[in-house]
């Protein structure tokens, strides 16, 4: 199983897509590692810069609709070549999600309330998140403050990270 | 009770489920394209799993960057070819016959009623077009399809989209996806299906209802959807007339793969689109949408026409219509890429190829070129392109470019002008308002619902009827 914690990358805007997370034309390297030096290279937010903010983050919440766009499962394997194998927001795109979880990474949905009350708690501080997958908890850290989330792991999505992926699940069973 | 179009489809291709909610469903077909296959087939080489379930099921293009442009480019091209000789995959598009590959695929007639598709790109959701459950996947799921001839999906929960009415001359397919767009906006149909009815739907062509379904994703739909009718047995007869007697015979099969009356939806809209305006779109989102007349004289730097969206022999016809015996204007550049060989040829018998050029267009290869932006006409930083595509993120089509998606119509007015404008298309003039208020207030409302003018349509909620 992956590492899911260390340092949050707060990512402050719904509707990030693929091409922000990793544009188009890096599409053509073959291999994982090559993507590392782009990740989110074209995503414009005034509390971001790539070339700061990206290095020693584990975690990344974000908010509404993360990943969405392209079907490339280069946006993940961006984030996992850099260390960072959870997102938190309050909804995914559909083949983006999959795509985490096909990876053995964690793309997990909370509320909407309490996404909003992450970011208003701590987005603008260092913050350490701690993921237990086995208790399903999100624990974040900041000074003194300190809160436990529950978050919900189903059946189909926990076997995929506790396997590490769909291929060898898939080959041995179908 | 009744059943959705995709959740018969589901139960005619259930093979296990595994958990609660994940159905694996058998494929029909598995599509490849040269950007995200070679990925898949080297982590297939290196797993020690270099197989594919069955090499007729199996279609690959060389699509995107073709002819290849660098090194890095010809060689996914070679990984490709060499893995399509290697596995004997007959369908497999090279160089000179390759085209779009939302395009060729169902030209070829590779699918039909009733089929599950998966395609490690995003657009395949166009190809729901036919009466088919066809979704994007990344490369994990399209290594499985490969090896396996499987794919896990969630439930099929479906939006039951009613378009009502009649389309005004000089407004298309791609309108009407955009303004669904706008109005539900990016997120508004995510893990859904989106299926289209209604007599707009009933009166497309198959390339309109392709262009349809083919942006069901830009509002997150994992597929879009239409009924198989006549029009459809049309378009495929060529293909399947081994198989059936009278088309009648064919409608008849393929009639089971419409969702019943009593099926349950998660939502319905109805649309009423007498009235509907062409739109485009003004930001780095597709549901940023606006009508043409709104942004009527804003500044454009080229102009595309091409791609899985709009780049069929229909929307050449339309656009080459409006552009016959004029020139763009010189303030502008304009590229088209017809999107396979076969429309390609046949605009040129039709002598539309010799008015885009006498226009001024620069005519390209088949290929997916500038949409996204990786070659065939990439954008300078702050460059504005008004394009027939289907995204307008931003740096889409190069680095701090900018991109309006509009119809095809829209397209070649604005290159004649030199600068955003409607095209004047003889007929039913489209009117101010983009839709007219019809509907009545919904029975039962959605708890949460992404449409924001609720007057312009009609929402049923969960479990709502026809
Ligand atoms: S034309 Fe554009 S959207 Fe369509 S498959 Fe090619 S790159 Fe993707």
Known sequence: MKNFSGKVLFLDRSDINTDEIIPAKYLTEITKEALKPYLLEDLKLDTFNPEKDIEGKAVVITRENFGCGSSREHAPWALEVNDI?????????????????????????????????????????????????????????????????????????????????????????? | MGKTIAEKIFESHLEDQPFEGINVIRLDAVFCHEITTPVAIADLVARGKDRVFDSTKIKAV??????????????????????????????????????????????????????????????????????????????????????KGVCAFKEPKTIRFVLNGKLPKGVYAKDVILYIIGQIGVNGATNMVMEFTGPVVDKMSMESRMTLCNMAIEAGGTSGICYPDMTTVNYLWKFIKQDFITKQDALKAYSKFISDKDAKYEKVIEYDLSNLEPMMTVGYKPDE??????????????????????????????????????????????????????????????????????????????????????????????????????????????????????????????????????????GDKPKAKPVKKTAQKAEKKVKKTAVQKPAKKKVTGKGGKK
């Open chain 1, 85 to 174: 194998n959870a997102v938190f927001a309050a909804n995914f795109a559909r083949i983006y999600r999959q795509n985490m979880y096909n990876c053995g990474m964690l793309a997990m949905e909370l509320p909407e309330n309490t996404i909003n009350e992450i970011f208003s708690k701590f987005a603008s501080k260092d913050t350490e998140a701690k993921v237990d997958i086995s208790s399903s908890t999100l624990t974040l850290e900041s000074g003194d403050i300190k809160e436990t989330y529950n978050f919900n792991l189903a059946g189909f999505d926990r076997s995929l990270i506790e396997s590490g992926g769909w291929v060898d699940y898939a080959d041995k069973k179908y």
């Open chain 2, 289 to 426: 949408v606006k009508t043409v007349k709104e942004m009527e004289g804003a500044n454009i730097d080229q102009i595309y026409i091409g791609s899985c969206t709009n780049g069929r022999i229909e929307d050449l016809r339309i656009a080459s219509e409006i552009l016959k015996g004029k020139k763009i204007s010189d303030k502008v550049r304009g590229v088209l890429s017809p999107a396979t060989p076969d429309i390609y040829s046949r605009a040129l018998k039709e002598g539309i190829i010799d008015i885009f050029m006498k226009a001024g267009f620069c005519v390209t290869n088949p290929t997916c070129g500038a949409c996204l932006g990786m070659s065939n006409g990439v954008l300078a930083n702050g460059e504005v392109c008004a394009s027939t595509t289907n995204r307008n993120f931003n740096g889409r089509m190069g680095k701090g470019g900018m991109v309006h998606l509009m119809s095809p119509a829209t397209a070649a007015a604005t290159a004649i002008a030199g600068k955003i404008t409607n095209a004047k298309i003889s």
């Open chain 2, 62 to 147: 060389i699509d995107h960057v073709t002819p290849a442009k660098d090194s890095k480019t010809a060689e996914q091209g070679k990984i490709m070819r060499d893995w399509a000789k290697r596995h004997d995959i007959k369908d497999f598009f090279d160089i000179g016959r390759n085209g779009v590959c939302h395009a060729i695929f169902p030209e070829k007639g590779f699918v039909r009623p009733g089929y599950t598709v998966i395609m490690g790109d995003s657009h395949t959701c166009t190809h729901g077009a036919f009466g088919a459950f066809a979704a994007g996947v990344g490369t994990t799921d399209l290594e499985v399809g490969i090896l």
